[in-house]
């Protein structure tokens, strides 16, 4: 009975969103009139109840993923009775049906927390956007009900399922997509504050600073899913890289960068009353990448190297509440803008210019990557198979990027609303001197090529510049959210210095060797000593025993297999990687020839390991900010 009480809880929960949005109507017209108060209370549960009805359907998937029971199909389709508990619990989502389901209870759940939680709206504000935040949810639990109920029988019942995909039986793939998740849908909250803002006319800094924790906390999620699904595809699919520009992984950075652009413009709304219209417009943009990325992913029309995520036959149905909540919101964007009132106005050097050219800049990079991303569908559309790769990226992008850290730097040295430019001018010789000695000491003694040159000097002059908002300042009395600023920029300067470092001094080696042989690769020399079979609890493998060694280390031992999984029959490539101080030695071993040799794949990967602990940095650097701003409203609240 476990999986019809899940469906019953999905049907009570979209009941229950019929009802809030009905609610919502009711509070937002009383508001109008001085009244509605009642409706509001009764608004406020109905939005929790049905957040509570979405996890209980969640929960109730994973329990029949965690029991094995066989005689649902979606439990025989991802799992097998002999996997860990772990990805027993990850099969509940490592699939089309379940995924959607988490999706819907994420976007359940946050608008729970909207009404649990939100106490500074106005009436019709809060009405509206909890009615903007139950009418996107319905569109979803008509989608699981009608073309991906992931609590469907089977009859008769098989023995045992087909289990998961081994690319998936990882402990980081296990958490990365509800991560991922958090980020994408908390981005529908922003969303439905931009619509209830709009159509009750109430686009101000009130707004903005009930928006902007939502906002923090949906891109702090999304820099932790992005940076763990990079360290991932690093480390399982075992092509040696961190960023293959799929159209999966394309999916996810487009939302951060619309976030990122959003937490920004949001800032200067909040703080000095400017860009009210492009604060909006973001806010719909990003959720509409959000929407765009579920598409891309679920829809299969787009070949990835993340084969797993596909559903060629279910993509128009999420096309069409695609259009009809994005393009309902443009439509009320356009209808409503004339409404929206201009906001402070600023000199060109000030922060919150440096802000605009921030947010131009992101919204150029996310241009690229979306046009580099959805072209080849058009050019398909129109006849024409094409594909565009890595090269079309970092060409375009990459630039522009670079341009980005100089802005960076630039923005939390100035003041708000105005600024001098020989001010700004001294405030960045300290920045530009460390990146000017960093950029030539790496072209000139290390040999690499100009761009990953200047990219590890501008890293070196951000790093400085980020710390200099700190200097002269009381460091006890400094607000948490100044330190969020400074620990997310530093993480940004450490990313980009793994990034440029990776692409600069990494050296690659494929070699067919014998046992006893050896092959060099960077300052390694790496031996063959041994190929043998091994078996683990679901799988059989190949294993290779290297060992590594360079002048003045202690020698390294280790152990790269190619596994083969029963269930679902699949071979993987597990890489062996050593972590050092200076970097990272990355092990793969391929097939043999039948006459002793086998291929061998060796990279030594300079302070690779930077790009990662950047990414940790980041989001350190949001949730410091987060507790930081929240603390201060609370604070500012009690005051009054």
């Not at 690499?448 to 200097?471: D, Q």
């Not at 493998?541 to 280790?558: I, M, N, Q």
Request: glycine share 12%; hydrophobic share 55%.
């Amino acid at each position: 009975m476990i999986a019809e009480a899940g469906l019953a809880a999905l049907w009570l929960a979209t009941g229950f969103a019929l009802m809030q949005v009905m609610l919502a109507w009711g509070a937002a017209k009383g508001a109008v009139q001085g009244t509605g108060e009642v409706v509001l209370k009764a608004l406020r549960r109905v939005a929790i109840l049905q957040g509570l009805l979405a996890l209980t359907a969640f929960g109730l998937l994973i329990a029949l993923f965690v029991q094995s029971d066989m005689s649902v199909k979606l439990v025989v389709e991802n799992s097998h009775s002999m996997k860990p508990l772990i990805y027993k619990i990850a099969g509940a989502w490592g699939n089309h049906e379940g995924s959607m389901l988490l999706w819907v209870t994420v976007l359940a759940s946050a608008g729970a927390g909207v009404a649990l939680f939100e106490k500074r709206l106005p009436q019709g504000t809060l009405a509206a956007t909890l009615g903007a935040q139950a009418a996107i949810a319905i569109g979803f639990y008509a989608f699981l009900a009608f073309a991906s109920n992931p609590f469907v029988r089977v009859s008769p019942a098989p023995l045992d399922g087909r289990g998961l995909n081994p690319l998936l039986q990882d402990p980081g793939l296990a958490f990365h997509p509800p991560t991922l998740y958090l980020g994408y849908v908390g981005l529908s909250v922003a969303f439905s504050f931009a619509v209830g803002a709009l159509l009750m006319r109430d686009v101000g800094p009130a707004f903005a600073r009930a928006m902007r924790p939502w906002v923090l906390g949906a891109w702090i999620f999304l820099t932790i899913g992005i940076t763990a699904g990079s360290y991932w595809a690093y480390y399982e699919l075992g092509w040696g890289g961190w960023w293959f520009w799929d159209p999966v992984e394309n999916a996810s950075l487009m939302p951060w960068l619309a976030a990122t652009a959003l937490l920004h413009s949001v800032t200067v709304l909040a703080t000095r009353d400017g860009l009210r219209a492009w604060t909006v417009m973001l806010a719909v943009v990003a959720f509409s990448m959000s929407m765009i990325g579920t598409f891309l992913v679920r829809s299969g029309i787009l070949v990835s190297v993340h084969a797993f995520a596909v559903d060629p036959t279910r993509g128009g149905f999420i096309l069409a509440l695609l259009g009809i909540y994005i393009g309902g919101a443009l439509a009320l964007f356009g209808a409503r803008i004339g409404t929206v009132k201009q906001g402070a106005t600023f000199e060109l050097v000030s922060r919150e210019g440096a802000l605009v050219l921030n947010n131009l800049l992101l919204t150029v990079i996310l241009g690229v990557v979306f046009i580099g991303t959805l072209y080849p569908l058009v050019a398909q559309a129109a006849g024409v198979q094409l594909s565009i790769g890595a090269p079309f990226f970092e060409k375009s992008a990459v630039p522009v990027g670079l341009a980005l850290v100089a802005a960076t730097a630039c923005g939390p040295l100035l003041k708000w609303r105005r600024d001098q430019w020989n001010t700004l001018f001294g405030k960045l010789l300290a920045p530009v001197g460390v990146g000017g000695i960093a950029f030539a000491l790496v072209f000139a003694l290390g040999g690499a090529r100009w761009m990953p040159a200047l990219a590890l000097g501008l890293a070196a002059g951000l790093a400085v510049a980020s710390v200099l908002p700190l200097v002269r300042r009381n460091l006890r009395r400094t607000p948490l959210h100044i330190y969020g600023m400074v620990v997310a920029h530093l993480g940004i300067a450490v990313s980009i210095a793994g990034m440029a470092a990776d692409s600069a001094f990494k050296t690659e080696r494929l070699a067919a060797i014998s046992v006893g042989q050896n092959v060099t690769v960077g300052p390694y020399r790496v031996e063959l000593l041994e190929v043998r079979p091994v078996v683990g609890d679901n799988w059989s493998a190949v294993e290779a025993h290297l060992k590594a060694s360079r002048t003045g280390d202690e020698p390294l031992d280790l152990f790269p297999q190619q596994r083969f999984f029963a269930n679902p029959p699949t071979n993987t490539n597990e890489a062996a990687i050593a972590t050092l101080f200076d970097g990272q030695l990355y092990t793969v071993i391929g097939q043999g020839d039948g006459q002793g040799r086998w291929q061998l794949r060796l990279w030594w990967k300079p302070f690779v390991t930077l790009i990662w602990l950047g990414g940790a940095l980041i989001a350190l650097g949001g949730l410091l900010a987060l507790v930081g701003r929240v603390r201060r409203e609370r604070r500012a609240e009690t005051e009054e």
